[in-house]
Every structure is written in C-alpha cells, then in structure tokens.
C-alpha cells in the first residue's frame, strides 16, 4: 500500500493526492479533483500509467517505504503572560 497525501487548494477549491513513495527529483506522480475522492481515483491511474512507464523502460518500481503519523499541535504560550 503506497501513502497517499491529500491536499485542498481554497484557493481553487480543488484537491491533489500524491504520494512521497513515488515522487522524486525526476517524477511526481500527481491526481487532481473537485473532492479528495476524485483526487485519489485521478493518482491511482496516473499511477497505473507511470508504473507501465517504468516497466516500458526497464525501470524498477518504487516500493512503499513511507508511514504516517499525527502528532498534536503544540500549545504555545501567550507572550504576554
């Protein structure tokens, strides 16, 4: 299972899914959607398509290698205490 980071741009009210087991200073594999959905479904076929890439070109596939956490906000204190 490769890590897949979703992103929201408020900005233009869309959403990107990429993935830091796949992207490098050469390639970035990336799914661009109006929901985080449309997002994920947009990656995993460009996926399918850079993995074919590779294969074409005698490339290795990336392996995941990437795991996530969520740690909490620290609380700062207010300076003018």
């Given at each position: 299972m490769y890590t897949v980071v979703i992103d929201?741009?408020?900005?233009?009210g869309s959403y990107g899914a990429t993935s830091p087991d796949v992207d490098?200073?050469?390639n970035a594999v990336i799914g661009i959607g109006k929901s985080?959905?449309?997002a994920v479904a947009?990656?995993?076929n460009a996926l399918q398509g850079h993995f074919e890439f590779?294969?074409?070109r005698g490339e290795p596939i990336p392996q995941p290698r990437v795991t996530?956490?969520?740690v909490p906000?620290?609380?700062?204190?207010?300076?003018?205490t």
């Open positions: 929201y741009d408020p900005e233009n490098d200073e050469h985080a959905d449309e947009r990656f995993r590779l294969r074409e996530v956490t969520t906000a620290p609380v700062l204190e207010d300076a003018e």
